[in-house]
């Protein structure tokens, strides 16, 4: 089994920068894709960007390209989602996920282990 847990999120005003963490523990996920995906009030869960196993090949959704930036640290078992020039409409709360394959996908369905979600609300 694999846990997740987000941190990094908070209250920042329009166009600031934020950089959420994801510590996996229970097993390593060095081979594991990682996604990470968001769920605004009101609204289903989304897709945000995602990294197969070795960062070489990324993924984003288009309202977060060029603003938003995944990494992956294999040695601490821990994902990062920086996210600069921030809008208000990337209020939401941010799930991390993990996929039990090397490659990412941008299926909500596709992940096979969540984390509980850490909070970004973006003032204007």
């Known amino acids: 089994q694999v846990q997740l847990e987000e941190s990094g999120g908070g209250l920042v005003q329009a166009g600031a920068s934020l950089r959420l963490s994801c510590a996996a523990s229970g097993r390593t996920v060095s081979r594991y894709a990682m996604g990470w995906f968001r769920q605004a009030p009101g609204k289903g869960r989304e897709f945000v960007a995602a990294a197969d196993w070795s960062a070489d090949v990324t993924d984003y959704a288009d309202s977060v390209k060029g603003r938003f930036t995944i990494s992956r640290d294999n040695a601490k078992n821990t994902v990062y989602l920086q996210m600069n020039s921030l809008k208000p409409e990337d209020t939401a709360v941010y799930y991390c996920?993990?996929?039990?394959?090397?490659?990412?996908?941008?299926?909500?369905?596709?992940?096979?282990?969540w984390g509980q979600g850490t909070q970004v609300t973006v003032s204007s």
């Open positions: 996920a993990a996929r039990r394959t090397m490659f990412s996908s941008r299926a909500i369905e596709a992940y096979d282990y």
